[in-house]
């Protein structure tokens, strides 16, 4: 057994989206993606006012990809093309199965709106392999309530959402996600199959891998090996996840990520065309 060495890392980048404080360390300068992890954004943590707008993630489509939605703190209301609806609370994860195409929308619920408050939450893209991009359109809400929390060392627990016998989601691709919590002073060696890529994120305080020391809101690209082993003198919660690399081209065009640029090229017809169906 071997556990991982930190390769490199990727502090988040400052990108606001309107008055939505957001932070993504994926992609970022010197790193395309995490194989299949595509893209991480990380917004809030930040207090809503009363009498907000909420967030600005109106009707906009959806290929060949899966989206993945923490919901840290606030709350989010989603809808799609496919009949998806829900309103998520905090703790919560949404799971999306963009597949062959749809459109959804993840906005604020009337409530949070109109009486504020705080709000944090990480958005994911993993990727599809070809065979599997035209998958039929999916969606999964997944309540706090139902994701399963395990202690997985010395002041550590862990919230698996997929990829573990009892997790509330199944993954097209087996991708295991999870939130790692460390309360101070906490260590674990975290299982990460050999040959799987690893996800790794902190999301709030600094940890230590292998003697590396990683800050706050900071990404970790992590050689091979069988397990994590990680502390934190302060307390942390991490975004934690493996899944097998796809070894595939990516062309990507803003919300639709396939291997061809011909594909892409199809993706844009079919959504111009309504093919995606609407909200």
């Known amino acids: 057994m071997s556990g991982r060495a930190v390769l ?78 829900s309103v998520v609370e905090a703790g919560g994860v949404q799971w999306m199965t963009a597949g062959s195409g ?20 990480l958005q994911l893209w993993v990727n599809l392999p070809a065979r599997l991009k035209m998958s039929d359109p ?44 460390i309360e101070p002073g906490g260590h674990a060696a975290l299982p990460a199959p050999r040959g799987r890529s690893v996800l790794f994120y902190t999301i ?20 091979d090996g069988d397990r994590v082993e990680v502390a934190s003198e302060g307390g942390a919660r991490i975004l934690f996840g493996h899944a097998d690399p796809i070894g595939e081209p990516v062309a990507a065009r803003g919300p639709f990520v396939m291997n061809t640029d011909a594909e892409i090229a199809e993706a844009i017809r079919d959504y111009q065309a309504g093919r995606f169906g609407g909200l």
């Open 8 to 85: 490199s890392l990727h502090r988040a980048v400052r990108d606001d989206i309107e008055d939505l404080v957001t932070r993504r360390p994926l992609p970022g300068p010197g790193l395309a993606q995490v194989d299949p992890f595509l893209f991480l954004n990380h917004h809030g943590p930040q207090t809503y006012p009363s009498g907000n707008r909420g967030l600005p993630f109106g009707p906009h489509p959806h290929r060949g990809f899966e989206t993945v939605t923490f919901i840290l703190s606030g709350s989010l209301a989603h809808h799609d093309s496919g009949s998806g609806a």
């Open 138 to 181: 999916a969606y999964v809400p997944v309540p706090a309530s139902d994701i399963p929390t395990a202690n997985v060392g010395d002041g550590v627990s862990m919230e698996t959402v997929s990829g573990t016998e009892g997790a509330p989601v199944r993954s097209l691709t087996d991708v295991m996600l999870a939130i790692v919590s």
């Open 102 to 121: 749809l459109v959804h929308a993840e906005l604020s619920p009337e409530a949070f709106r109109r009486s504020g408050g705080p709000l944090e939450i």
């Open 204 to 223: 709030e305080g600094g940890v230590e891998i292998a003697g590396a020391s990683l800050p706050e809101q900071t990404l970790a690209v992590l050689g």
